[in-house]
């Protein structure tokens, strides 16, 4: 499977800012899709998941700020981040594969830059 992720850039704090992937390949390759981030000198950490029938999860960090969402007809998944903080600052990556405890060694997209700051 493909991924393609957009939406990164620069956000003030409190900003939003909207991720977007795009998959391509054959559908059980991702049944259950997130996102992953990795900032400078910090280990990649998992922002959010999503399972084929919707059931979401999300690090503590951002639960209540980002919404992920998925369009299963279109192969999309979305990222919304709201209320951004300096620290969400990091290469955002879409991962999938076929379950989500899969997810950090399936297919990755290649990074997009959210950077937060004044």
């Known amino acids: 499977v493909q991924l393609q992720a957009s939406g990164g850039g620069l956000a003030q704090p409190g900003g939003s800012l909207r991720l977007s992937c795009a998959a391509s390949?054959?559908?059980?390759?991702?049944?259950?899709m997130g996102w992953y981030r990795q900032a400078p000198g910090k280990q990649r950490e998992l922002v959010a998941s999503i399972a084929s029938g919707g059931t979401t999860n999300y690090a503590d960090s951002v639960m209540g700020r980002f919404t992920i969402s998925r369009d299963n007809a279109n192969k999309m998944v979305y990222l919304q981040m709201n209320s951004l903080k300096p620290e969400d600052t990091a290469v955002y990556y879409c991962?999938?594969?076929?379950?989500?405890?899969?997810?950090?060694?399936?297919?990755r997209g290649q990074g997009t830059q959210v950077t937060v700051s004044s």
């Open positions: 390949g054959s559908s059980i390759s991702f049944n259950a």
């Open positions: 991962h999938a594969g076929p379950w989500i405890g899969a997810l950090a060694s399936g297919s």
